[in-house]
């Protein structure tokens, strides 16, 4: 397993492959241990808990005894439960209840990161922000019971609203290929609706792009949500796409956007834990999403990087997806910041360094003008 930091976080480290929590729903609390226990043999330590369901937070509870300090909570605020059914809540009575019962069954008396639940509209956005919710995970957050603010959402537009606030230190975002090429909506299902896709769509979305780019620099972390679409984008007859990727690929996908830090997985069984785990066994062939998305037909990624890193090797030994993240997130903010140009340092190549052989654009599916970057990027940084 890799880690990744959630910078805003006192620099907690999440494992790049994380648990979504639907699929321990239904479960006995000794299958619920048996899976949460296989799942941090293997090294996963962060976890989604978005639903209010009293059985699954008890469950939660009984497995994380004895562990609670090796194990990253992402907790829902603003997910309640009523009348034996998930509700997402803004009421300020009913939120605060719901969290205070989350502590209680899990047994803990914090949790690590509060995520403000489930945004996608602006109204909702206006609301969250200007009235108590942002004030209750404040002082949450003010009294140590939460260590870090989210928020989760499947609109880049309130997404990118929540982020420059400035109190969201973890987004949670769904993202996958499929819904990458989508313009903002508010409604979660027009992502999926089969008349978006009819007339073909070209590169990703710049909405989605700006708030990938936007996380990276203000150092906020990106848990994912969605990464295999429900499971559609692993079947051909159900993808968008008309084409099935596989789960490793799905995963290189999203750990290769700027500002991704983890995946969550609504694993069922503890087989399901175990195979996405042998994600770092996969060859890079098993994980190189570049050539289903560049044989696609109706859509297109064409020009812009997609930092899959199919051009290596490069000649000289450049980590030609690096250094186009730096360069376009330097484009994007139209000044060099002192972390971007930090990691740029720390590259062992640099591109001043490039020879103009060309193998990289020869070899990339995207069409990307790899020498004229490595030219932007000697430029923008000096070397
Ligand atoms: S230049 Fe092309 S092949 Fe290389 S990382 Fe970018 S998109 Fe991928
Ligand atoms: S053109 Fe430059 S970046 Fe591309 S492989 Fe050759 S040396 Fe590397």
Redesign the pocket.
């Known amino acids: 397993m890799k880690y990744r930091e959630l910078r805003r976080c006192d620099n907690l480290k999440v494992s790049e492959i994380s648990l979504g929590c639907e699929g321990f729903i239904g479960k006995t609390k000794e299958e619920y241990k048996n899976m949460l226990d296989r799942a941090m043999e293997l090294g996963v330590n962060f976890i989604d808990m978005y639903t209010s369901n009293p059985e699954f937070r008890d469950n939660m509870g009984y497995s994380i005894k004895n562990k609670r300090d090796k194990i990253i909570l992402q907790g829902h605020i603003g997910s309640s439960w009523e009348k034996g059914q998930y509700l997402r809540t803004r009421n300020p009575e009913k939120t605060k209840f719901a969290f205070e019962d989350q502590l209680k069954r899990l047994n803990t008396d914090y949790i690590d990161i509060g995520m403000i639940h489930y945004v996608d509209s602006v109204d909702d956005f206006n609301n969250v922000f200007n009235g108590e919710i942002i004030k209750y995970c404040i002082k949450l957050k003010e009294k140590g019971i939460i260590r870090a603010i989210g928020l989760s959402s499947h609109n880049p537009v309130v997404a990118k609203n929540a982020v420059e606030t400035g109190y969201i230190d973890v987004l949670m975002f769904s993202v996958n290929p499929a819904y990458d090429m989508q313009p903002p909506n508010e409604n979660v299902d027009e992502l999926w609706n089969p008349e978006n896709y009819k007339n073909g769509l070209v590169n990703i979305n710049p909405e989605r792009m700006e708030l990938y780019e936007l996380c990276e620099r203000n150092n906020v972390s990106i848990d994912v949500m969605k990464a295999f679409g429900g499971g559609d984008m692993l079947n051909a007859n159900l993808s968008p796409f008309g084409v099935a990727f596989n789960e490793y690929q799905c995963i290189e996908y999203c750990l290769t956007r700027p500002g991704v830090v983890s995946v969550m997985a609504g694993c069922h069984s503890i087989n399901e834990i175990e195979k996405l785990a042998l994600y770092y066994n996969s060859s890079k062939e098993e994980k190189d999403y ?1 050539l289903v998305l560049s044989k696609m037909e109706k859509f297109k990624f064409f020009g ?9 090797p490069c000649s000289v030994g450049i980590n ?2 690096d250094v ?1 993240k730096y360069v376009n997130l330097s484009i994007a903010q139209g000044e060099v910041l002192e972390t971007i140009s930090d990691h740029y340092r720390l590259l062992e190549h640099h591109a001043g360094e490039c020879i103009e052989c060309g193998y ?1 654009e020869k ?4 069409g ?1 003008e ?1 020498i004229k ?1 490595m030219k932007n990027a000697t430029e923008i940084f000096g070397y």
């Open positions: 570049s812009n990087c997609m930092y899959c890193g199919h051009c290596a030609v997806a186009n990289c070899n990339c599916p995207f990307v790899v970057k």
